[in-house]
């Protein structure tokens, strides 16, 4: 099966329907997947910055203000407690 064998009218229109109906599905599949994967990166690195911030706030290299100060502007204003 090739592709222009697919638009060239060799086939059912129900089959072209079902092939447009998947492919669409295909694609939000990838879209919602890929949303997830990004946001679950971007989550993990926020933690980390906050763990690696925490830690030079208990060594004593960095005061808790300005600790506080920076993770407040990585954080979009409606996400802020």
Known sequence: ???????S?????DFKG??????A????????VG???FKTVKIRARETTKREIA???????MKPEDAERILKADVPRWERC
């Open 9 to 13: 009218g060799h086939y059912s229109d």
């Open 55 to 61: 830690a030079y706030v208990a060594e004593g290299s």
């Open 25 to 32: 599905f295909t694609t939000a599949l990838v879209a919602i």
């Open 18 to 23: 079902v092939l447009a109906m998947v492919g």
């Open 1 to 7: 099966m090739h592709l222009a064998d697919i638009f």
């Open 35 to 37: 949303g997830l994967i």
